[in-house]
């Protein structure tokens, strides 16, 4: 799997058009059927490439492919520029697999999004079409496979089929120019961020629940490292329930969270909804009912893709929906413009010169770590030559034909290096890895230092101009 993620030249409004269009399913079925592009406001087309759909599951997603003007027409190309992957959020006539199966089990519970359920279907049954019921082994089941009508057919989560179809797109164009991504509204927007990081392409999400957890640990170490924080991003109504956490605020999505306004109102609210005269039943009744009116009643709407929760500037990229300069990263827990095709430009503060030279010492001991264990490693590779002959030594008895020196002489000749005795690995590569490894963390602690002494001046400027100016 190539792990460089390519960001696309596509706006955060791009996004939301697109995000927008998976809830149209009569309009892109046109669309697919009469091949014609979908333009947006920002003069760029998208035809309609695929549609998939598991109504078991709740896999709603559509592939676009980005249009290419030619002789004044728009025409699909083979290579595109850009192929966007949008899926579809909870659909409430799909009660059962996207609320119940994917939002309740996957984001609320955290199950196994690979997991197999098995169901019954007519052997002839279209791929899309929906199941007879889930499998469960009964003598009635029985019956009906023996009639050879019906057939057992196995699937996992949309999460999980999800990220399979991405993976394909991914394989589809490995070796062009076409940068995929990956876009989506509440569920959807979950879905993409989950096969974005799983597939290394970029995507941008909307008011989505954060689905951390669903991932394996060692990439969950790595979203709460920072590590795709340039790739993904959430853009979230800190008032939204789904978005922003429907019990505690989420701690983070895969990627960046963008907050379309201060948060500190919506913080003070979430503290009143744990106050009760009730005790717990107060509390969970207000917590429930405050979610449902959010999520699914529009009272308030606090969800929904449009202007009241996304606004965007001249460029297409987000803005804030209550006037403030830039957005609020969540993150970082500060204000910053964001560009959508370059990642963030930081609006750079004395808080957030810290926070840098924090992860970046973060990063500094991990690589001591390497280093240690490399230096470590001509030790334990000596030991355990010598366990190796140890072993075969002892059992020379039951050879009569060898001795000690023939021992020395086959691990001498299966070890691919040679010098001052049998080695398995490269010395000199060895060398030239640990050498590297410490200057890398010689520079990375000078350059941590400077970000500290630049986080104290800032300080001192700003204080400095405040006296100035009597504040």
């Not at 190539?2 to 309009?27: A, C, G, M, R, V």
């Not at 980005?66 to 728009?74: D, F, N, V």
């Not at 990081?197 to 999400?205: G, I, K, L, Q, T």
Request: charged residues 30%; contains cysteine.
């Amino acid at each position: 799997m190539n792990t460089k993620t390519d960001i696309p030249n596509l706006t955060d409004k791009d996004y939301f058009s697109l995000s927008q269009n998976t809830y149209s399913e009569k309009k892109m079925r046109k669309a697919y059927e009469n091949k014609t592009p979908l333009v947006n406001d920002s003069k760029k087309a998208f035809y309609v490439d695929k549609i998939k759909k598991d109504p078991d599951t709740g896999l709603d997603v559509y592939v676009f492919v980005q249009a290419k003007k030619k002789e004044g027409k728009w025409v699909k190309p083979k290579e595109p520029e850009n192929v966007v992957v949008g899926f579809q959020g909870t659909n409430q006539e799909q009660i059962k697999a996207d609320v119940i199966s994917a939002d309740g089990g996957n984001v609320v519970m955290g199950q196994d999004p690979k997991k197999k359920v098995k169901y019954i279907m007519k052997k002839e049954a279209p791929e899309n079409s929906k199941a007879i019921t889930k499998y469960n082994g009964s003598m009635e089941q029985a019956m009906l496979l023996k009639s050879g009508e019906y057939k057992i057919v196995t699937k996992t989560s949309q999460f999980d089929q999800g990220d399979k179809l991405v993976a394909n797109e991914v394989k589809k164009y490995a070796g062009t120019n076409t940068v995929i991504s990956t876009t989506g509204h509440s569920l959807g927007g979950a879905d993409a961020e989950y096969a974005g990081v799983n597939n290394h392409v970029y995507s941008v999400a909307f008011n989505n629940p954060s689905i951390v957890k669903l991932h394996d640990e060692e990439t969950q170490k790595k979203i709460r490292n920072g590590e795709f924080d340039l790739y993904h991003k959430a853009i979230i109504n800190p008032d939204d329930m789904v978005g922003a956490g429907w019990l505690l605020e989420y701690d983070r999505h895969n990627g960046t969270t963008i907050y379309t306004k201060d948060p500190s109102q919506s913080r003070r609210e979430r503290i009143d909804r744990f106050v009760s005269p009730l005790g717990v039943p107060g509390v969970l009744g207000n917590l429930i009912t405050s979610f449902y009116g959010q999520a699914f009643a529009k009272d308030p709407d606090t969800h929904s893709l449009n202007e009241s929760n996304f606004t965007f500037d001249k460029n297409g990229h987000i803005k804030s929906v209550d006037g403030s300069e830039g957005v609020y990263n969540r993150n970082i827990e500060s204000f910053s413009s964001y560009s959508g095709m370059n990642g963030q430009t930081i609006k750079v503060d004395a808080k957030y010169a810290k926070e840098l030279a924090h992860r970046l010492q973060a990063a500094i001991e991990d690589l001591k770590t390497k280093k240690q264990a490399i230096e470590q490693f001509p030790h334990d590779h000596s030991k355990m030559v010598y366990d190796v002959k140890s072993i075969c030594g002892k059992r020379l008895g039951e050879f009569k034909d060898l001795d000690p020196s023939d021992v020395e002489k086959a691990i001498l000749f299966h070890a691919p290096f040679v010098k001052d005795g049998a080695a398995f690995y490269d010395s000199e590569e060895q060398y030239q890895t640990e050498a590297s490894l410490h200057y890398l963390i010689r520079d990375l602690e000078d350059i941590s230092e400077f970000i500290v002494k630049m986080a104290e001046d800032l300080k001192d400027k700003d204080n400095e101009l405040a006296r100035w100016l009597r504040l």
